[in-house]
């Protein structure tokens, strides 16, 4: 296979904030374009937690091949670099096969470590880890948010004040580079070779998308989430396993302990998962390659309209095959 071949073959990502019905719109475009899906979200990695990682359900998964759920143990620890280099295998499979694939992003970080590369950062020191954490057990929740906001202010805003483990490690990494860890993400990427990205992008109206997080929290309760979280933790799960740093995770971790009553863990799940896909489109939005579409992936009207785009773009040639009626 010559470099012309290489570069010719398609990948179309979509992207949207949590709640936007992405997974719903990969799934129809799979169907429509025989392609299958690879999940790019670290907390869809995760054997046990189903329920507040929205997972596509049994009935979407059925006739099309997902990849890359629940491939780690509760109480393995993903990364970015780990993901790339499983998304990296499952690609090169699909190409000798010569199959379409849709990455479904939930989780930015980890496709721009797949489509643009990953910086070379430097290696844990557990001794700053450990100050650190004692740092932030000393002061409030907020507290190393605040560290890196003096720091790294662009760092800052792409992380949650709540994620500890995010925090600690871009603290760590400017402190021992002495150079702000956007900075260092910005140099040194290998990208992606052999593909062409065909980038979608979900943008409900934020009225509608908060509704939408707002409704799906409150059917993820009634589903039997702490009942999953108990689950895990009667299974062996430590406290401060990874999965626990999850949205919704540690408020039910929480509820468990007699901490919080679920309804206040419910405002907090809603509130915190809105701040998350506000931080979701600041992140995109930056993509000027991303065609954007209004409204939510499961919206029949939408999936016909980006179905037909995308086939537009991907040309009977490019596709293999015709696609489905649409």
Not at 275 to 289: E, G, L, N, P, V
Request: charged fraction near 30%.
């Amino acid at each position: 296979m010559n470099n012309t071949e290489l570069e010719s073959l398609p990948l179309i990502v979509v992207v949207g904030p949590t709640a936007s019905g992405k997974s719903a719109l990969a799934v129809r475009l799979a169907r429509a374009l025989q392609a299958e899906i690879i999940a790019c979200d670290s907390t869809q990695l995760y054997r046990g937690v189903k329920i507040g990682t929205a997972k596509p359900t049994a009935e979407e998964r059925q006739g099309v091949v997902h990849h890359l759920i629940d491939v780690l143990d509760a109480s393995e620890a993903a990364t970015a670099g780990g993901y790339r280099d499983l998304a990296l295998a499952v690609l090169a499979d699909m190409r000798k096969r010569r199959r379409l694939p849709i990455l479904a992003v939930g989780t930015g970080l980890y496709m721009r470590a797949l489509l643009e590369g990953l910086a070379d950062l430097p290696l844990r020191s557990e001794e700053l880890r450990v100050r650190l954490k004692t740092s932030s057990m000393k002061n409030d929740q907020r507290h190393l948010h605040r560290v890196l906001q003096r720091i790294d202010r662009e760092a800052a805003a792409r992380i949650a004040p709540t994620d500890e483990q995010k925090l600690i490690r871009a603290i760590e990494v400017c402190i021992l580079t002495r150079k702000p860890i956007s900075e260092i993400h910005g140099a040194g990427r290998k990208p992606l070779e052999g593909w062409r990205t065909l980038k979608v992008g979900l943008m409900p109206s934020r009225e509608m998308l908060y509704e939408r997080i707002d409704s799906r929290t409150m059917a993820m309760i009634e589903n039997g989430w702490l009942d999953e979280v108990r689950r895990l933790l009667e299974a062996g799960i430590t406290e401060n396993a990874k999965i626990f740093d999850f949205i919704g995770y540690r408020e039910m971790l929480a509820v468990s302990r007699g901490e919080l009553t679920m309804e206040k863990a419910r405002t907090a799940i809603q509130l915190a998962t809105r701040q998350y896909a506000k931080r979701q489109m600041t992140w995109f939005r930056k993509d000027k390659s991303i065609r954007w579409f209004a409204g939510p992936g499961d919206d029949a009207a939408v999936q016909r309209e980006i179905v037909g785009w995308v086939s537009e773009e991907l040309g009977a040639s490019s596709r293999g095959g015709k696609c489905e009626e649409v």
